[in-house]
């Protein structure tokens, strides 16, 4: 009685936790995202999520891409942009 009871209950067992959790996160290869007609700094915190979750993205037609705001005023920070320098 004690051997089979035994045998039955490592069959039940459920596995260890980290592998449990690596079952639960369900992941694409790669999610594409289409770029055109989406603003750019609502689809860049989307982008930065799931990349902070791990998974691998790729985005297509970024040159559509729209810039709300006043375009001078865009010129102005990506030319402070590109001033800046990192070591």
Do not use: W
């Amino acid at each position: 009685f004690g051997s089979s009871l035994g045998s039955s209950l490592r069959q039940v067992r459920p596995p260890p936790r980290h592998q449990a959790a690596l079952r639960a996160m369900s992941f694409h290869k790669q999610v594409v995202i289409d770029c055109r007609g989406h603003l750019l700094g609502r689809l860049s915190s989307m982008v930065a999520k799931e990349l902070l979750n791990g998974q691998q993205v790729v985005c297509v037609r970024a040159e559509d891409i729209n810039i709300s705001g006043s375009l001078y005023r865009a010129k102005l920070k990506y030319a402070n942009f590109k001033r800046k320098h990192t070591n």
